[in-house]
């Protein structure tokens, strides 16, 4: 069983960065693939980022791949989420989860989601 606590969220103008925290509890955190997803106000749930257990290997949607970076500090239970360049369409509330199966672009193949953080970008 994991449990996930999203944060550092906030509101920042197009071109700024943010650096989101998933903190997990849970003594198998260490051996999940964790991702980021992101849904904005009337859309669906869309994969972000993701990273294998040991970091050896990330995953990224097209849409923010060269400006956001994924990393976890295993020591710490918690994953990162870098993201520079920031525009408007980025806006959304961010959320991590642990992947259980499957695709790791698919939301179905996550479990473990925390309540989220708001990311607001402004033009």
């Known amino acids: 069983q994991v449990q996930t606590v999203e944060s550092g969220g906030g509101l920042v103008q197009a071109g700024g960065s943010l650096r989101l925290s998933c903190a997990a509890s849970g003594r198998t955190f260490s051996t999940y693939t964790m991702g980021w997803f992101r849904q904005a106000p009337g859309k669906e749930r869309e994969f972000v980022a993701a990273?294998?257990?040991?970091?050896?290997?990330?995953y990224y949607a097209a849409s923010v791949k060269g400006r956001f970076t994924i990393s976890r500090d295993v020591a710490k239970n918690t994953v990162y989420l870098r993201m520079d360049s920031l525009i408007p369409e980025d806006t959304a509330i961010y959320y991590c989860?642990?992947?259980?199966?499957?695709?790791?672009?698919?939301?179905?193949?996550?479990?473990?989601w925390g309540q989220g953080t708001q990311v607001t970008v402004s033009s």
């Open positions: 990273i294998s257990w040991i970091g050896s290997s990330t």
């Open positions: 989860a642990a992947h259980v199966g499957g695709s790791v672009y698919d939301t179905s193949a996550y479990k473990y």
